[in-house]
């Protein structure tokens, strides 16, 4: 029997690349309001302008009507600057999607936590972080990891890992928290499934499957680059060609951006102390310079 995700309104935390991404497809393809939020007024704009974008193509393309595009994008309503977090305060759902730093999350889902009904789902977006360390976060003051609303907060916690660009990647991972409840993960993945997604199951360990094995290819890539064996363009060629990817893995870092390849690098090396992934020195130096790839103009590609 499948399970109802019972989301009648959803809030997105981030109006970046991802945020912005599941944003769309769920006023498209999941039709429920969402309710976007980004501290950064010039991220909601761009945001929305790429949704603008996407909802023409697909009416070009024949894939929504006009009618249907117009009543999606009226499906996302921006959250007042000055409510915050409180302007979630109606929602069954939100799903975080800032940038990948866990003490910024922590802070975020304590808020969330203070701020929202006990019944509302926190689902992270994260790409490693862990889901459990987060989780441990919303713990409301005072109570412990056994109290009723200790457990209770917990429980409500989940990853929902979706990928770039997310109107057109088919997955989602579902990451489960120790303190994760059934029911949570249940209506995470009945939702993931309403977008239109395939739904993976990870345990909560750094980079969950997807991140444990791309970022050791993406980082053995730019060492191959750091220690001359091959050229930047050799080296994507060979896996665009040799094994029908549909991007090279200097492009795909690029695509994804440095300093979250960077990121994901850190959180799995810290947390497995393994060093296999320990990241490249050329990557740190890189977003170092701030060359974070297609999203500064500058990778190790250009971006005019
Ligand atoms: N947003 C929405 N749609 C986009 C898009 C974007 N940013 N970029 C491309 N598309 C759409 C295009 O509009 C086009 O759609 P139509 O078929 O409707 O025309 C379709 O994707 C194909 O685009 P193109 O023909 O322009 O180019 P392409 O064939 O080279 O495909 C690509 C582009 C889909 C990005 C392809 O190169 C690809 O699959 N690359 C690999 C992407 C990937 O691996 N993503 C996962 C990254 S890892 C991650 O996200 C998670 C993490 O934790 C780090």
Redesign the pocket.
Known sequence: MSIAHGIRTLGVLGAG??GL?IA?VSAVHARVPVLLHDRAPAQIKSGLA?MDK?LA??VA?G?LSAEEAKEARDRVTVVDQEKGFKGFRDVDMVVEAVSENLSLKQTIFRSLSTELSPSTILASNT??ISITKIAAATIPEGKTASDAEGKQSASRVVGL?????????KLVELISALQTSSETLDRARAFAVACGKEVTTSQDVPGFV??AL??PFINEAIMCLEKGTATRDDIDKTLRLGMN???GPL??AD???LD??LA?QQTLYAGTGDSKYRPSILLERMVDAQWLGKKSGKGFYDYP
Not at 161 to 169: A, C, E, G, I, R
């Open positions: 690349q991802m991404g769309f790429l996407l193509k697909d393309k894939r790409s490693s890992h979706f990928f770039n660009p997310v109107p057109v990647m997807a991140n791309l970022m990817h549909p991007m492009q795909l695509f994804i951006g979250t390849c994901i």
